[in-house]
């Protein structure tokens, strides 16, 4: 029995367009605005880290990837939480407190730090389907939207509306027959909001709910790019094969082809517990039947051979079905899936994931390479990749963004910051060097200063005794010569400690030098200087008087000299 949602995907010609929006973003984007929007996407991008989580009702999945500088995923964190207690059949959403409380347990153990989760649900608790409308701007669509009277006309649902989480993408354009392709996903607001409690109650923020098959398309999708295959890239087919989804889907140039594959109550007992060959061979063949019918409707409406399926299941016995499926549709290969397959893998998550069958992983991995692109850095990229049924989305995206552009801007203010400390550092180093440069040689410059000093004192000195003897020379009223001479040779007289107030030339043979000195000693030999002169013939005191000075400081001894000249 197909899905209704086995048209998912619609021949290309080349009147449409694929990737929606791609022409219109480039014409209302300018470059500024583009590179703006990529540096925020990806900044966004990589301050988002998110987990995988996979919810089943005897083991809890874990996974979350990185990208090192060699541009290759690395698996960070890795863990399978086996638990029991829940009764067989029993669902995630029948015992959401022990799921909860186990989710509690596997974070723990496996150390993982993010809050950020990406979930994904059935595809039984999916609606799924790819509608076709009349070919409408995005404004027209979203207040089609809005009014709710898009997805009432398109879309018969058996209950009200509001009760359901929608998202929808437009998958193709075409202008020629003026209609548009729109992938329709919806799921209830009830299983939603439970799951997201889970979520919560075990200590994580769920910021993605996709649908388990999209999720198997990210790790497929992944898997071939990193293997390089451009066949396989074009067209992968993938069954997914076990006791609780069985499906086809067919990955033709990036969209899913999804053909559900019917199993009866009994057929899933068999699966689970019996050993009976007969039973055993009689559903594979029930079931390869319509595998094989999925894979010749594509093969006849598309005209492409599909040679491999691979497979994933949770089914421990799954080599042993394998067998069967390939007796029984020859000619095609059934190959389990390896979502690790080109992953690198730190040593010690090696033994975490060393198990033959690896292709029940493809769940967790798929959710794990998931981004939180609240910028739409990827919206454009591929279509059916950015499924999101978290009924908040939009304010969980708008609070992210708020937190991108204030971290942004507050990158910004210090990196504005930073360039003026730059230009201050650069503009003193610059002042510096120059100054360095002005002051060289500058310890030369102060030894010839203080050279220059010395020798300016000396000088200020000669001529300061010059000076006193040009005052003394006021006092003298002769003009002739030889009382110059007398009056250099009494200057040169006069010792250290002596001082002279003035001196008193008569225009004869007497010369009265009147002045003071610190002691007897000093007049003495002053008088004794004055006698050893060629133009004195005799020098004697005259008068001798002790002047009034301030108590406690030395008192000078005032005198008169009578100098008698020698007669020329």
């Not at 690198?344 to 029940?360: F, G, H, W």
């Not at 360095?436 to 200020?460: D, M, P, R, S």
């Not at 001479?485 to 400690?497: E, M």
């Amino acid at each position: 029995m197909k899905n209704p949602f086995a048209s998912l995907f619609k021949k290309k010609d080349d009147t449409t367009t694929p990737i929606v929006g791609a022409s219109e973003q480039k014409k209302k984007g300018g470059f500024f605005s583009k590179l703006l929007k990529n540096r925020l996407g990806k900044s966004a991008v990589k301050g988002e880290e998110i987990v995988g989580v996979e919810l089943t009702p005897n083991e809890i999945r874990l996974a979350q990837v990185s990208s090192n500088k060699s541009n290759q995923w690395v698996l960070d964190r890795f863990a399978v939480h086996k638990f029991e207690s829940i009764s067989e059949g029993g669902t995630v959403l029948e015992n959401s407190d022990k799921i909860a409380e186990e989710l509690k347990i596997a974070l723990q153990k496996s150390k993982i730090s993010t809050t950020n989760a990406a979930i994904a649900i059935p595809v039984t608790s999916a609606i799924i389907r790819v509608v076709t409308a009349p070919l409408m701007k995005d404004e027209e669509l979203k207040k089609a939207i809005e009014t709710d009277s898009l997805w009432e006309n398109l879309v018969q649902l058996t209950d009200n509306l509001a009760d359901y989480s929608i998202f929808h993408q437009v998958i193709n354009r075409d202008k020629t027959g003026n209609t548009m392709d729109i992938l329709f996903v919806a799921s209830k607001l009830s299983d939603i909001n439970s799951y997201t409690n889970i979520i919560k109650k075990g200590g994580l923020n769920a910021v993605i709910i996709d649908v388990k098959c999209f999720a198997l398309k990210s790790a497929v999708d992944q898997v071939n790019q990193i293997s390089g295959s451009i066949e396989e890239s074009n067209l992968t087919a993938v069954l997914e094969f076990g006791l609780d989804e069985n499906y086809v889907m067919i990955l033709y140039e990036n969209n899913p082809i999804i053909t559900d594959i019917f199993i009866r109550g009994l057929d899933r007992t068999t699966l689970r517990e019996s050993n009976n060959q007969e039973e055993m061979d009689a559903l594979v063949r029930r079931y390869i039947t319509q595998v094989k019918q999925a894979v010749q409707d594509f093969e006849t409406k598309y005209e492409k051979r599909i040679r491999n399926l691979k497979v994933t299941s949770n089914l421990p016995n799954v080599d042993e079905y394998l067998g069967n499926f390939r007796k029984n549709l020859a000619n095609t290969g059934f190959n389990l899936f390896d979502p690790l397959d080109g992953i690198k893998i730190p040593a010690q998550l090696e033994n975490e994931v060393k198990i033959d069958n690896r292709s029940y992983f493809s769940t967790v991995m798929g959710l794990a390479f998931r981004k939180l692109d609240v910028f739409g850095y990827y919206k454009f990229v591929t279509a059916v990749k950015n499924i999101n049924l978290l009924p908040n989305r939009e304010n969980m995206i708008a609070q992210k963004k708020a937190k991108v552009f204030s971290n942004f801007a507050f990158k910004g203010v210090i990196g504005i910051v930073t360039a003026i400390y730059i230009v201050l550092f650069g503009l003193s180093f610059w002042q510096i060097t120059e100054l360095n440069k002005k002051n060289e040689g500058y310890e030369q410059i102060v030894q010839t200063h203080e050279l220059k000093t010395i020798e300016k004192n000396k000088y200020a000195k000669e001529i300061g005794f010059m000076l006193k003897s040009l005052e003394l020379s006021k006092s003298i009223t002769s003009n002739k010569s030889i009382n110059f001479r007398v009056l250099a040779q009494i200057a040169s007289a006069v010792p250290k400690r002596v001082k002279f107030k003035a001196i008193e030339y008569n225009g004869a043979d007497l010369v009265v030098i009147e002045g003071s000195a610190y002691s007897d000693q000093d007049i003495l030999k002053l008088i004794s200087n004055l006698n050893n002169k060629k133009l004195i013939s005799q020098a004697s005191l005259a008068t001798m008087t002790l002047p009034q000075g301030q108590q406690g400081s030395q008192q000078m001894k005032g005198f008169k000299i009578a100098c008698i000249l020698e007669q020329v």
